[in-house]
């Protein structure tokens, strides 16, 4: 049976992505821990991250890195943070977010509720700064 997140990558349930290529796509996480935060998917059902093969993992790092950078810049942000937990979509995942304290990436400071309208702008914010990063090619138009 497919996961939720291969059911959002193929079109049957509704995402808002910021990243697509022939490996990953990356869409907002709908329970936040901050604005901007992302999740970075395997088109490739892997439960997790130690049954990926070594390329797939490198290349989601990767794409988490260069997703990063566009938060720092896009969300004025000092770092990003990435986390592989993994237990509520058995799916590999990488939680990439703006953070400007350790803190936000403890799991209790999770947003659920969040508007879909605020993640939708913050979805833009990240998509232009990719853009300007130079990674357009990778930035699907949201729909």
């Known amino acids: 049976m497919a996961s939720i997140f291969t059911k959002i990558i193929d079109g049957q349930i509704p995402g808002n992505f910021v990243w697509a290529d022939d490996q990953c796509v990356a869409f907002a996480d709908i329970n936040p821990h901050t604005d901007g935060h992302v999740l ?3 088109r490739q059902e892997v439960s997790s ?3 990926a093969s070594d390329e ?3 290349h989601l790092t990767v794409v988490a890195k260069r997703i990063g950078q566009a938060q720092v810049k896009a969300f004025d942000a000092p770092r990003s943070g990435l986390a592989i ?3 509520d979509v058995d799916h590999l995942h990488l939680h990439v977010l703006p953070i400007y304290q350790g803190g936000d990436l403890d799991s209790t400071k999770v947003r659920q509720g969040e508007p879909l309208e605020k993640i939708a702008a913050a979805m833009d914010k990240l998509r ?3 853009r300007e ?3 357009a090619q990778f930035v ?3 729909d």
């Open 85 to 87: 937990v993994g237990f």
């Open 140 to 142: 699907p138009a949201n």
């Open 128 to 130: 232009a700064a990719l």
């Open 133 to 135: 990063n130079g990674w």
């Open 56 to 58: 797939l993992l490198a």
């Open 40 to 42: 970075v998917v395997p």
């Open 49 to 51: 991250y130690l049954e």
